[in-house]
């Protein structure tokens, strides 16, 4: 499931919406480069899932699981996971997480924590951003507190609906309410970038290319 927004997205690149937003006056819209893709070359786009929740020794195996397969029930289809768990000693993402939301129609996950079966991942081809990878789980560690709610992922925070655009160079969160503004302005800027390519590639001085088209 992909909805036009999210199609107009992926034909984007992060650095141009980058250039977009921070020319909007807009700020502290990109994930830290910690976060990193396991596919390089899949660029992962859509609006967001948000999933927050915390370490607690304290719960048993299966009141953690009960408390994750719920979890898991409630994403939306045509969207991302994105996952503040506010830990970085387990993994929050694996195999049999990523295949029920492949099923249910999900684009990616994307989270501050570590994940793990990232060959099983692979083989999927599900796109997973994480801040590492250790075979710990959340089994009687890790408890949701709750999804759809704002998020913060430092320094960027992340509200239910906005749209997420991540390739080899990193990821930035595009607020919803101004997504169609920013993918519209960057398929501007993409047309002027490439008329400026064209411009230098065939001899013209780069700063006379600059001033006649205002990009580069």
Same mark, same amino acid.
């Given at each position: ?7 107009? %997205? ?14 909007? /006056?807009? @700020?502290? #819209? ?5 976060? @990193?893709?396991?596919? &390089?070359?899949? $660029? ?6 948000? *999933? ?6 304290? &719960?048993?195996?299966?009141?953690? +699981? +009960?408390?994750?397969?719920?979890? +898991? ?20 993402? /694996?195999?049999?997480?990523? !295949? ?9 996950? $994307? ?6 079966? $990232? ?20 089994v009687g560690m890790w408890l949701p507190d709750a *999804?759809? *709610? ?5 320094? *960027? ?7 997420? +655009? /991540?390739?080899?160079?990193?990821m930035v969160i595009i607020p919803k309410d101004i997504? !169609? !503004? ?19 590639l065939a001899g013209d001085d780069p700063q006379q290319?600059? %001033?006649? #088209?205002?990009?580069?």
């Amino acid at each position: 499931m992909t909805d036009t927004l999210t199609e107009r %997205l992926e034909a984007c690149y992060t650095g141009v919406v980058h250039d977009i937003m921070r020319g909007m /006056g807009l @700020r502290d #819209f990109t994930l830290p480069q910690s976060i @990193r893709p396991i596919i &390089a070359d899949k $660029v992962l786009a859509g609006p967001v899932f948000t *999933v927050t929740g915390h370490i607690d020794k304290g &719960a048993d195996a299966h009141e953690t +699981l +009960l408390a994750w397969t719920g979890l +898991l029930s409630k994403a939306k289809a045509g969207h991302v996971w994105v996952s503040q768990p506010n830990d970085r000693t387990i993994a929050h993402m /694996g195999e049999l997480s990523a !295949e029920t939301l492949q099923l249910k129609g999900m684009r990616g996950c $994307v989270t501050s924590g570590a994940i793990r079966d $990232v060959d099983f991942l692979l083989k999927m081809d599900f796109q997973t951003w994480c801040d590492g990878f250790t075979p710990r789980d959340i089994v009687g560690m890790w408890l949701p507190d709750a *999804v759809d *709610v704002p998020i913060t992922i430092d320094p *960027v925070t992340i509200n239910p609906g906005d749209y997420c +655009l /991540g390739d080899r160079d990193g990821m930035v969160i595009i607020p919803k309410d101004i997504t !169609e !503004e920013v993918i519209t302005k960057a398929e501007d800027a993409v047309a002027t970038e490439n008329k400026v390519r064209t411009a230098i590639l065939a001899g013209d001085d780069p700063q006379q290319a600059y %001033l006649k #088209f205002g990009k580069f």
